[in-house]
């Protein structure tokens, strides 16, 4: 078994402890995978140590200054059980923001975070994203479609990512619970529909929202959800379901 560790760049600041207790998960980061912890103990014992745990140190989350490793909770895991030192550097955080932020740009390195881990890293902190969040278990809707639902729109595909992703997303449409509920009734007989044919959908269901009758276009939908389904161009589909489902005249 090799204990000795080895760091490949020793130019950064690395500090080494073996008080475990004074490292700290943060609840808002990915779920430790066991089988994961034990590749790492794998490539322990075969190599060695070849990079850091990444963490902060901040007052920001319990009030007090503590550790949280941002980066590296299985190799962490694994050194614990093998009784090793742990190497680790810290990083500099100036807000709860910027602890996401920096979070995520870690754990993106090896496997980018989709919109739901952002959702549930910010939480914690910012209230439009617990709102988010509780709508999206309620309704199973991808957080994409919710925060459209949630800005009346004024979140587009590409600028609702951007603002989910940077902590400034806000919640500016007061019936979005509503319309979320209303939504679900319609995605969940689409079904496994083209993911683009269901944003043509929802943005349909918006400019209808206020003035169709939603048990007809439930109705409707029935009538029609082969052909929905079974739609791939997105032009086609907003025209079909406007005239088909909605009865929009424009």
Known sequence: MITKIMIMNSKINIKYSKNYEKFLFLDNNRTLNPGHVQTMIESIRTMGVIRPVVCIETDVISGKKERYITDGQHMFTGLVAEGLEIPYIVLNVEDEIDVVVKMAK????????TLTNYVNAFKPYLPDYQKLFKMRNLYNIEPLMLAAICTR??????TGSQLIKSGKFKITNSECQ???????DFFLKIGRAD???KHQFLQVFMRAWGTYN??????NLDKHIKTIKAMS?????EAFISKNIFKLTK
């Open 214 to 219: 939603h048990e007809e276009a439930l109705a």
């Open 178 to 184: 509503e319309m979320a509920k209303a939504f679900n």
């Open 106 to 113: 870690m754990n993106n390195s090896s496997k980018s975070w």
């Open 195 to 197: 993911r683009w044919v």
């Open 233 to 237: 161009d997105t032009g086609a589909a």
């Open 153 to 158: 729109g004024t979140s587009a595909v590409v």
